[in-house]
């Protein structure tokens, strides 16, 4: 017999994902699909790698976990996310009709599980589902920071650059007069 994992454990799993996310250049989300407390899945964003807009790390642990069950409707299903999910994301879960939805970090930009809107809030709309939000929601929130960090640094770096190259030869393809 296994033991359901824990709420922590289940975010720190959506962490290494995340993680994953952030090796191979993606916003680092991650995201873990619990089933009677076991994992059936796990996505982390890869829409750049991918070339796909919807490979958001809920859509990717979602399309797993739809087929490891065979079957589109998921209602025995928890969530655990790094970051508070988009609009996209959350129909996508309320239309799998998951029981409950736990994120990390708020998206004061486009979170809609009460940041920017509460779209699981509507009780006009014919699901609804558990959220908790804030689990871990510092060490989330430091992941996506230390990624934009590093970005920023990048871009910094490059701009640097092409402007040390562009000073280092003028208009004419000649070095600058004097320094010959």
Known sequence: MTVPTSDEHAMRLALAQAERAHAAGEVPVGAVILLNGEPI???FNQPIG??????HAEIVALRAAARHVSNYRLPDCELFVTLEPCAMCAMALMHARFKRIVFGARDPKTGVAGSVLDLFGYRELNHHTVIEGGLLGEECGEVLRRFFRE????????????????????????PPAGTA
């Open 41 to 43: 899945a796990t996505g």
């Open 50 to 55: 991918t070339h796909d807009p919807t490979a």
């Open 151 to 174: 970005r920023r640094a990048q871009q910094k770096a490059l701009r640097a650059a092409a402007l040390d190259a562009a000073g280092s030869v003028g208009s004419d393809g000649l």
